[in-house]
């Protein structure tokens, strides 16, 4: 069965305290990873697009790295207003399969 | 990147009554798709809406409960019926776009709740 699990759900940091989220999959065909960040009652916002293991997009404070299972969003020296919840999903071409999130929380 | 407006961004609503979503697109696209994202939970998608057909409802939605229309390719709308307290979620339209190599751009999104 097609999964997509994300970890952990939720994340307290410093700011300036570094950290990783992890985004591990399951899917039978892999077309792209996404990465999403989401404020409080609002639409999801594109962050990265993956398609293939090794690869690597910067943005910011934000890198994101894909291997064969699963991808990471590290978050290098956090600022308060990178508080949110980070959505991955996962295109199969037939299917777009999202994880539940990780809500973050940068403490200044 | 498509830019999507979507309305309205929150509403409360009685029990029973109806609610209809809207979102417009600034590029033509051939399907958009309606989500919904129930507190604490991830996106579940709802349907897949194509211009000129009916709409395809995923497993656990029905016509009747979420009808939606899609009268051209920059627009449509998704309604909820009969509303109850399980339907308080937030709804979400969103279309692939090709300038996130074929990613979702989502709208606002739509915060309801039904009381």
């Known amino acids: ?108 | 990147s498509a830019v999507i407006s979507q309305k309205p961004s929150r509403d409360i609503c009685q029990r029973g009554t109806s609610l209809t979503i809207q979102c417009q697109v600034d590029s033509q696209v051939t399907m958009m798709f309606w989500y919904r994202q129930q507190p604490g939970q991830s996106l579940t998608l709802i349907a897949t809406a194509n211009q000129g057909s009916e709409a395809t409802y995923e497993s656990g939605f029905v016509i009747d409960k979420f009808p939606i229309s899609r009268p051209n390719l920059t627009f449509s709308t998704l309604t909820v019926s009969n509303l109850s307290p399980e339907d308080s979620s937030i709804y979400l339209c969103s279309v692939e776009d090709q300038a996130q190599g074929y990613g979702y751009t989502f709208g606002s999104g739509t915060r309801l709740t039904v009381v």
């Open chain 1, 1 to 108: 069965e097609d999964q997509v699990t994300q970890s952990p759900e939720a994340l307290r940091l410093q700011e300036g305290e570094s950290s990783s989220l992890n985004c591990s999959y399951t899917v039978s065909g892999l077309r792209g990873l996404f990465w999403y960040r989401q404020d409080p009652g609002k639409g999801p916002e594109f962050l990265f697009t993956l398609y293939s293991a090794g690869e690597e997009k910067e943005k910011e404070r934000l890198k994101a790295t894909l291997t064969k299972k699963e991808s990471f969003l590290h978050i290098t020296a956090p600022k308060p207003e990178d508080s949110a919840t980070y959505l991955c999903a996962v295109n199969t071409g037939n299917q777009f399969y999202f994880g539940t999130g990780t809500s973050l929380t940068v403490i200044p």
